[in-house]
């Protein structure tokens, strides 16, 4: 195999977590966190709670320093890309608009900010189906509307990496569909897809790759055929091995 054709089927990782640690005073919250997100690929990173998925995303995301180690997209730090939604879109469980200003402020507020053409807000409202919500102040969405919109405020950029935590939570059927959809068509495009999830049946439809933590430490790592090798569901896969470390700590 030709080094083009190697690197055709194995790309450049572009999200890099390499060794990284966090503590917060005496508690360890993840360790030595190492692993890679390839481009044209759905990553999956499960984990109960508490074992370190969204430590491990605010670290890459900047919103945290880790105590050792370092975590990159593209090469570079979150704080060193000059207009970051331009290459990393983001939804963190949690993160939310001001009530009071409607969606489409909210959204071109982000986009002046990173010099993001105002073209682009219409864009991704009507790619989330919210082109008729736009005019709302955000606080009378509903959970599933207040998710569409976190969703397009990650697309304002048309960033080539998506970074995403529980990103159905609150969606309907029909949301859910989409989403799953969208998101292997993003990742079929050449682009990097990270994805949290609570969701194992949702996930095993959606992922190609899966990253498990648990207890702050990495337990598995790999393509989704291999994970679940031996296991009748991709659930079934994740708490044999959400266990298994689990008895590790405690024995």
Do not use: C
């Not at 393509?223 to 044999?240: K, N, R, V």
């Amino acid at each position: 195999m030709t080094r083009a054709a190697r690197h055709r089927e194995h790309p450049e990782p572009v999200i890099e977590f390499k060794g990284v640690t966090k503590r917060y005073g005496a508690k360890t919250a993840v360790d030595a966190v190492t692993f890679a997100v390839r481009p044209g690929r759905v990553t999956g990173f499960l984990g109960p709670n508490g074992a370190g998925k969204s430590t491990s995303l605010r670290v890459l995301l900047g919103l945290d320093h880790a105590t050792s180690g370092e975590a990159l997209i593209a090469g570079k730090r979150y704080r060193d890309l000059t207009f970051p939604l331009r290459t990393v879109g983001a939804l963190l469980d949690g993160a939310g608009p001001v009530p009071d200003r409607r969606g489409a402020d909210h959204l071109a507020w982000i986009a002046r900010s990173n010099r993001i053409p105002r073209s682009r807000v219409g864009e991704v409202l009507e790619a989330v189906g919210l082109t008729d919500a736009a005019r709302q102040r955000t606080g009378r969405y509903s959970l599933g509307m207040r998710q569409r919109l976190g969703i397009a405020t990650a697309l304002l950029g048309d960033p080539e990496v998506l970074i995403l935590d529980e990103p159905v939570n609150g969606l309907d059927p029909d949301g859910i569909r989409w989403i799953r959809s969208f998101l292997r068509g993003y990742a079929g495009r050449g682009r990097t897809v990270l994805l949290s999830s609570h969701l194992m049946t949702e996930m095993a439809d959606t992922a190609d790759d899966v990253v498990v933590i648990a207890n702050g430490r990495i337990v598995a790592d790999g393509a989704l055929a291999d994970i679940t090798e031996g296991h009748p569901s991709l659930e079934d896969a994740f708490f044999a091995l959400t266990g298994a470390a689990s008895k590790q700590v405690w024995s």
